[in-house]
């Protein structure tokens, strides 16, 4: 097995930025109805789907943790190397968020809150090494509701945490014949203990936040990473053909069961099965040269900014959120529409949380990430990685 050596690919920044534009929209735009216009709702209907820009960092995720780990496989230090460069870049900013919360925000916000925010915050609090551990997820599951107070959304990178902790075993013992039959029984298996979840009348907020039904996005990532380093012969007009056909379907599972994934078994069970079968086709045609019609969109200034930053504007931007309503307060109806005023909110939200992200990845995050040449890898032996067996 020879190294390989990685390129860097726009498009992928590109990717990651329409992502978190997506819920960043999302969020911003979760807030009381006012209005009876049912322009309004179609509105809110739309910017409510950004939630799966989730899944999307999911499939991301998958393809360039396994592009990293294939390519390094044969060198020396290969753990050392992964695990120290995913805790300069993620744990710096994660555990400075929880500081920020746990030791100041929260604590000290009490009298500004509402009863039911002061709720939140306490069960926040009282849920507090669950965040340290990257298992909030799993506490999310247990208590059947979504945290509130900022911290909801670190759900999602709980999962990828736990996935960082056992793929890099996976693709290290295994051949790639083997990590492909791997993802493609995760994708399955995942999908499967949704549907059987929900026969059984679970909770779909318990299903759309634990590990084991969640999983199988990131699977579709690491399954397109080793076709891709594999050198696979992509019939790439079947992939695009493909790709609109699940595209299509997307659009009208959104259209017909809702917005959120929580409103309609389909959805959180087939439904996320498919957005994930698109966002990974997607990625078969960005990594390639084949001509492409949306590359384009993914390549543009705007996309690829706000994916440079994407780390930061996802973490930060649900506080800045909270923030802004405490400041603005609910919508307001203008000229018989609370569409203005969302979009006025949505723009300065996301504006401030721009401003916050530029500001942590120059004072903060980029001086961690200077340390990886400075950190010596670790020489240690480890068993050499299995290359036909299975």
């Not at 930025?17 to 209907?45: R, T």
């Not at 045609?285 to 949306?294: A, H, I, V």
Request: charged content about 15%; some cysteine; proline content about 4%.
């Amino acid at each position: 097995m020879q190294e390989k050596r990685l390129t860097h690919l726009t498009e992928l920044d590109g990717l990651r930025g329409l992502a978190v534009v997506a819920v960043m929209c999302y969020h911003f735009v979760h807030l009381p109805e006012v209005s009876n216009n049912k322009w309004d709702l179609k509105f809110n209907n739309i910017l409510l789907s950004g939630w799966i820009g989730v899944d999307l960092f999911f499939v991301l995720s998958g393809f360039l943790i396994t592009r990293i780990l294939l390519s390094s496989k044969i060198k020396t230090g290969y753990f050392s190397s992964f695990y120290i460069k995913r805790f300069l870049r993620i744990f710096p900013l994660y555990y400075l968020y929880l500081l920020l919360c746990f030791c100041i925000i929260l604590p000290y916000s009490h009298t500004h809150l509402t009863g039911t925010e002061q709720v939140k915050v306490t069960v926040a609090q009282h849920s507090e090494i669950w965040f340290w551990l990257y298992l909030s997820n799993i506490k999310q599951m247990i208590n059947g509701v979504f945290f509130g107070a900022g911290m909801g959304h670190l759900w999602s990178l709980a999962i990828e945490e736990q996935f960082y902790i056992i793929w890099p075993l996976v693709i290290y013992f295994f051949s790639s014949r083997v990590i492909k039959s791997v993802s493609i029984s995760i994708f399955f298996g995942a999908m499967l203990l949704r549907i059987s979840l929900a026969l059984y009348n679970v909770d779909p907020q318990l299903i759309y936040v634990f590990t084991l039904t969640r999983i199988d996005a990131l699977a579709l990532g690491t399954l397109v990473a080793t076709l891709a380093m594999d050198n696979y012969d992509f019939s790439y007009g079947r992939i695009r053909f493909t790709l609109a056909i699940s595209a299509i379907l997307s659009v009208l599972l959104l259209y017909f069961f809702g917005p959120r994934a929580e409103h309609h078994p389909v959805m959180y069970t087939i439904g996320l099965s498919v957005f994930g079968v698109c966002f990974a086709l997607t990625l078969i045609l960005l990594q390639s040269k084949f001509p492409f019609p949306g590359r384009f969109l993914f390549t543009n200034r705007a996309l690829v900014f706000f994916g440079k930053y994407s780390y930061a504007l996802y973490i930060f931007h649900p506080l800045v959120r909270q923030v802004l309503l405490k400041f603005f307060g609910y919508p307001r109806v203008v000229f018989g529409s609370q569409v203005p005023w969302e979009m006025m909110f949505i723009i300065i939200g996301i504006g401030i949380s721009l401003l916050v992200a530029l500001l942590s990845w120059h004072l903060y995050e980029k001086w961690f990430l200077k340390l990886k040449t400075r950190i010596p890898l670790s020489k240690v032996k480890l068993p050499d990685p299995i290359k036909t067996v299975l």
